[in-house]
């Protein structure tokens, strides 16, 4: 990141090409290893407790590791197919 314009750069991405922002990148906090290992070490340990709370709803299990365009025709799929099984019944989705 650029801490003087606070653009966001990836490493596989593309990197500015001036060497003076380029010198001045810097890496969050919330990008380095140990944050993410124990970010995903809390979300392992609780993501159990939460699907079994969520239960009784309608809960989708998505490969988002796709291409974006596949997410999102994945998401609108199951969208409409949740939204017709509900129509006409006493859901959330007929109360929105």
């Known amino acids: 990141m650029d ?3 606070k653009i966001i750069y ?3 991405g593309v ?3 001036d060497p ?4 001045r990148l ?15 070490d809390a979300y392992q340990e609780s993501r159990h407790a939460i699907l079994a709370a969520m ?16 997410v999102l ?3 609108m799929e199951q969208l409409t197919y949740f939204i017709e099984m509900s129509a006409g019944k006493n859901s959330m989705v007929s109360k929105l």
């Open 3 to 5: 801490p003087l314009t």
């Open 10 to 12: 990836n490493l596989k």
């Open 15 to 17: 990197l500015p090409s």
């Open 20 to 23: 003076v922002v380029l010198a």
């Open 26 to 40: 810097v890496q969050r906090e919330d990008d380095k290893p140990d944050t993410i290992r124990k970010r995903m």
């Open 55 to 70: 239960a009784p709803c309608h809960v989708i299990h998505m490969n988002s590791g796709k291409a974006q365009s596949e």
């Open 73 to 75: 025709a994945s998401v």
